[in-house]
């Protein structure tokens, strides 16, 4: 063989493995993070005066993900009590007083089609709810992401489930069995050149047996990146129930700031 061809071949091997290593790398940059990771969340607020008060909130999250599937596990508290000075003898007051776990389990179908199905439970004494049980399932898909894929990226599903609640001190009549139909999004992004997270989620519960029974609920989150594993965090949730006891507002609004730790 001439020394042209072998030229050539060497050339044209050349060019191949730069095109196989451009698409291999490129296929790495896009494979999914495999493996696991969480976040704590705390919040604490203190004030003395005439009134005393004290409040906290936290959010702990750990999530363990394969090829094709995902599993995140949540759990949050929240605490708070109030003591006015100026009444004889004076007592504290509980204003916050509510606890909540789920579990999530994502199966990707495609390469933005996926399935997920949700399952939560837990009391909030302040809105009377004594117990409260979701369980839901359905599709979703991915109409946007960027190149981070965990921050970037809007996400809508639909899910059907069911909700079970019993409010404190209730009677038949105050026990709500209920068949859901789910609407939800998650949008995540970074802004100002990487150094603001951004994230809005929420999501609407129709009651397809009773409609009157419906719930709203969303959530803004604001995150400053202190270092790798520390951020800043400013949160801002608003719900919205149909159906409360007598005396309990419809709205809850919940503001937080405080400081994230990921792993």
Known sequence: MSRCVWTRVLEGSTVVMVVLGLWVGQALANEKQTGWSGEVNLNLSNLTGTNDTFAGTVNAEAARAWEKDTLKGTARGEYGVTRDRRNTPSEDETTQNAQTVALEWQRD??????????????????????????????????????????????????????????????????????????????????????????????????????????????MITLGVPITASWSMRVGFELEYQARTPDEVSNFTTRTTAGLAYKF
């Open 109 to 218: 179908l495609g390469e933005r089609l996926f399935f997920s199905t949700n399952t939560r439970a837990g009391r909030d004494s302040i809105q009377d709810i004594n117990f409260q049980y979701r369980v839901s399932s359905g599709p979703g898909y991915r109409f946007w992401q960027g190149e981070n894929e965990a921050k970037e990226h809007l996400d809508l599903s639909t899910r059907v489930g069911y909700r079970f609640v019993t409010f404190r001190d209730s009677t038949d009549e105050d026990t709500l069995n209920l068949v859901d139909l789910i609407a939800s999004f998650e949008y995540k992004n970074l802004i100002l050149e990487d150094r603001l997270e951004i994230g809005h989620s929420g999501e609407i519960l129709l009651p397809a047996n009773d409609i009157d029974s419906w719930v709203g609920q969303t």
